[in-house]
């Protein structure tokens, strides 16, 4: 994954149509990756799932289409389109579909205290 210039803005088109729902299949594509975020995106079929993980720093997490749960510290959240989470860093999070959908993860780059 190559990095962008972070004092560059980026446009970046056409995510949906170069990462399309694949049968039985979670797929990913990084598409902003600098000293500040990352942006990837994610398209995942029904019953897919992103086992149990953390992240070091903070993480915002949009669903753009379709529906999923996610677990962030034991607690589980039904979420469809234009529902956002926040995890903090280092908090235990896992990810199912409930239906083919998609969702966007921007990670934080910056150092936390």
Do not use: W
């Amino acid at each position: 994954m190559a990095k962008t210039e972070m004092d560059l803005s980026q446009v970046v088109s056409g995510v949906h149509a170069d990462l399309p729902i694949s049968t039985e299949a979670t797929t990913s594509r990084t598409v902003v990756n600098n000293d500040a975020v990352r942006v990837v995106a994610f398209a995942m079929d029904r019953g897919q799932e992103l086992t149990d993980h953390s992240a070091p720093r903070p993480v915002v997490v949009q669903v753009v289409e379709g529906s999923l749960t996610v677990t962030v510290a034991g607690s589980t959240h039904e979420l469809a389109a234009g529902d956002v989470v926040y995890l903090a860093p280092n908090d235990r999070h896992a990810v199912v579909a409930l239906t083919p959908c998609r969702f966007v993860l921007v990670l934080s780059m910056a150092a936390t205290p």
